[in-house]
């Protein structure tokens, strides 16, 4: 079964910098395109933030484009988040997840990130 854990969030004030992390396990690691999700307002679906494929191709969604960066150590089993510039836009509960995987996943309990002055 794929297991995933994030951790790195935290309070910070706008233009600050954290860098997240998910450790994946369950799989094999280095097959799987990964990606980044938020979840803004309770409730509500998760949206993708960022994705790296196998090969290390990365995309992003616009609001983060040039602030965010994706990376991976397929050693590690490990997919990081490195969030500069931050904006209390990007308040929410970050989950990572392989993008292509079977309807029994079961997310991990996400990394909170609280931006605000």
């Known amino acids: 079964q794929v297991q995933v854990a994030e951790s790195g969030g935290g309070f910070v004030q706008p233009g600050d910098s954290l860098r997240l992390s998910c450790t994946a396990s369950?799989?094999?690691?280095?097959?799987?395109?990964m990606g980044w999700y938020r979840r803004q307002v309770p409730g509500k679906s998760r949206e993708l933030v960022a994705?790296?494929?196998?090969?290390?191709?990365?995309n992003y969604t616009d609001t983060v484009k040039g602030r965010f960066t994706i990376s991976r150590d397929n050693a590690e089993k490990t997919t990081y988040l490195q969030m500069d510039s931050l904006r209390p836009e990007d308040t929410g509960v970050y989950y990572c997840?392989?993008?292509?995987?079977?309807?029994?996943?079961?997310w991990g309990q996400g990394t909170q990130v609280t931006v605000s002055s």
């Open positions: 994705s790296i494929t196998s090969r290390g191709a990365t």
């Open positions: 369950g799989l094999f690691f280095p097959n799987f395109d």
């Open positions: 997840r392989p993008v292509r995987i079977g309807p029994d996943f079961v």
